[in-house]
């Protein structure tokens, strides 16, 4: 297989608030902000589309004036474009979503970024990687699930990181061709001992929830992920 072409746009950690503790919200996003990370990746779950029920819009609205940091959200719910506007009010810099819940997906992601946000789809394990053929050109960012979604916690699943692949090289592709930046995010079971294969895949962004929130020390599991990734980029460079 040809070597991947690493991702022009720069490493963003995401750490995700659903393994935070929900009593001290506010602490835990300024703490892990504090401690290195770059985007604060916000889980929203509707019992009806996954089985489990988490935050809405009033949430992403009250840790807004905590940070100038992106808040990504991503969506998993069904219906999808009804959320669209609440999010974007509350001041939401991103919102992915899974393609299978949207009857338009080109609409939604038109809708997203009409209201000022960055755009972009979720894609399942078992979802198709040709949910992105003809809508490369509303994409900001696509959302890679290393995990069934639903649940944090869970294991990473390794048949992923073809898939991230084959992202990766959808986009370049694109980009070659004189499309937009594309960022390619992870999420699901991303640990400092796996991150490294998830980077030399090809992605750039990355969501971790209990593997720092569930750690003593958010700075330090920041640090070391960003070693792993520094160093398989050194690798890549020097082969």
């Known amino acids: 297989m040809p070597d991947i072409k690493q991702p022009d746009a720069s490493i963003k950690i995401a750490p995700s608030i659903l393994s935070a503790d929900f009593a001290r919200l506010g602490d835990e996003v300024t703490q892990v902000l504090d401690a290195g990370a770059d985007w604060i990746h916000f889980d929203v779950?509707?019992?009806?589309?996954?089985?489990?029920?988490?935050?809405?819009?009033?949430?992403?609205?009250?840790?807004?004036p905590l940070t100038d940091a992106v808040i990504d959200v991503h969506l998993m719910v069904e219906?999808?474009?009804?959320?669209?506007?609440?999010?974007?009010?509350?001041?939401?810099?991103?919102?992915?979503?899974?393609?299978?819940?949207?009857?338009?997906?080109?609409?939604?992601?038109?809708?997203?970024?009409?209201?000022?946000?960055?755009?972009?789809?979720?894609?399942?394990?078992?979802?198709?990687?040709?949910?992105?053929d003809h809508v490369m050109d509303k994409l900001d960012i696509v959302l890679l699930m290393s995990v069934n979604p639903g649940f944090g916690g869970q294991s990473f699943l390794e048949g992923t990181l073809d898939k991230i692949r084959q992202v990766r090289q959808r986009v370049d592709a694109h980009i070659a061709q004189g499309g937009q930046s594309i960022d390619i995010e992870v999420d699901g079971g991303i640990k400092i001992d796996n991150i490294g294969r998830v980077r030399q895949a090809g992605a750039n962004a990355f969501v971790a929830g209990s593997a720092i929130f569930g750690q003593p020390d958010y700075k330090?599991?920041?640090?070391?992920?960003?070693?792993?990734?520094?160093?398989?980029?050194?690798?890549?460079?020097?082969?």
């Open 220 to 239: 330090s599991v920041i640090d070391q992920m960003r070693a792993e990734i520094a160093r398989v980029d050194a690798d890549t460079r020097n082969a």
């Open 45 to 64: 779950m509707d019992n009806h589309y996954v089985p489990n029920l988490t935050i809405g819009p009033l949430v992403c609205e009250a840790i807004r």
């Open 79 to 132: 219906p999808v474009d009804s959320l669209v506007e609440p999010f974007a009010k509350a001041g939401a810099n991103i919102m992915t979503f899974h393609p299978e819940a949207s009857r338009h997906p080109d609409r939604t992601l038109a809708m997203i970024r009409d209201h000022g946000c960055r755009a972009g789809l979720v894609l399942n394990p078992a979802s198709s990687v040709h949910w992105l």
